[in-house]
């Protein structure tokens, strides 16, 4: 990014405050006036001027102020607007609201969603927190009818898992429950990459249900993003931005959409050598959906053991400074919740 001196960050910063607040293009003598800034209005236009040669500012219209690009609310967030805070008043009332919730998860949740949308004026996305790590606990397989079975894969993490199986013959019951046993005392304790080491098993069927149980549990794996939970989509729709169903449509697909949301995650806050909030403006260049949006996004949970996200998306002309700040304070109290809970 281009490097600016003081006074093009001052304006910079200011017109991108007034942007967000009144979805107008700023003029100079607008900032001259309402923000005593000891220059004159030609000073501050060749400052805008300067400033949309650099691809931070553009100006819709030739009589018309400026606005911000994609690239100037990128240098703002990263360069100018620093570490924001909550009221504490704001925390301590978040707080309350969360410990009264007792020891409910999917209260959490649903508060957090809720929480996420009130602070920011968006629409918020939380994930429920999922397994990091995804190990063998122990199996069972049931005769049911002719050749088929039931398969019960339970984890250590607590997720038990069913699957019908048809068999080539019919098997009965005791050589099911033999299978089992060995695959049991095989596996314990394990994850699929270590049960895929797993060679010379003699029988036809325990090396079947073997690869089974190593597909399934890197199915649960790669599963990025736990149950979701979302609120504040009116806030999104009553935007300017949003008028246009196209605009909207893309919008909703990206909170809507299983498969991209969980790439979009996976990709930033789920990326374990990712760390603190992420700030995603128009797309990034890499998701057409976010081109008109913005997202803040931040993960959660007990560090190893599981793991969730939380979100706000909105108009590119968001306001970062809040929404940054309530996405790490929510993150923050989710985690501290969620650790409790995991480790007792």
Not at 330 to 341: E, P, R
Request: glycine share 6%.
């Amino acid at each position: 990014m281009t490097k600016l001196s003081e006074r093009h960050n001052l304006i910079l910063a200011l017109v991108i405050h007034e942007y967000i607040e009144t979805t107008q293009p700023v003029g100079s003598e607008k900032l001259v006036k309402d923000f005593d800034l000891g220059i004159s209005s030609a000073t501050v236009r060749n400052i805008m001027a300067d400033l949309t040669d650099a691809g931070y500012l553009r100006q819709p219209h030739t009589s018309a102020g400026r606005v911000p690009t994609e690239d100037g609310y990128r240098f703002f967030v990263r360069q100018l607007m620093g570490q924001t805070d909550l009221p504490a008043t704001t925390k301590r009332t978040i707080t309350h609201q969360f410990y009264q919730a007792g020891r409910d998860l999917n209260r959490w949740m649903r508060l957090a969603a809720s929480v996420l949308a009130r602070q920011s004026q968006a629409a918020s996305l939380v994930t429920a927190p999922m397994p990091e790590t995804v190990t063998f606990k122990h199996l069972e397989l049931i005769a049911t009818h002719g050749r088929q079975v039931l398969m019960v894969l339970v984890l250590t993490e607590g997720e038990v898992c069913q699957q019908m199986l048809s068999l080539a013959e019919p098997v009965p019951q005791s050589q099911l429950s033999a299978t089992a046993a060995r695959i049991n005392q095989l596996c314990a304790g394990l994850d699929a990459e270590k049960i895929s080491q797993i060679h010379g098993l003699q029988e036809a069927l325990d090396q079947d249900v073997i690869k089974l149980v190593r597909d399934e549990m890197r199915r649960i794996k790669n599963v990025t993003a736990g149950e979701l939970y979302r609120d504040g989509l009116s806030n999104v729709l009553a935007e300017p931005e949003f008028s246009e169903p196209e605009a909207a449509r893309k919008a909703l697909r990206v909170l809507e959409e299983r498969t991209l949301l969980e790439d979009l995650l996976s990709r930033t806050v789920l990326n374990s050598n990712v760390e603190g909030v992420q700030v995603l403006i128009g797309g990034e260049g890499t998701w057409e959906e976010l081109r008109d949006c913005s997202m803040v996004l931040a993960r959660y949970g007990a560090p190893g053991i599981v793991t969730g996200a939380v979100g706000v998306l909105g108009p590119i002309r968001m306001a970062y400074g809040r929404t940054v700040s309530t996405v790490r304070f929510v993150s923050g109290l989710l985690s501290d919740l969620v650790i409790d809970m995991y480790t007792e």
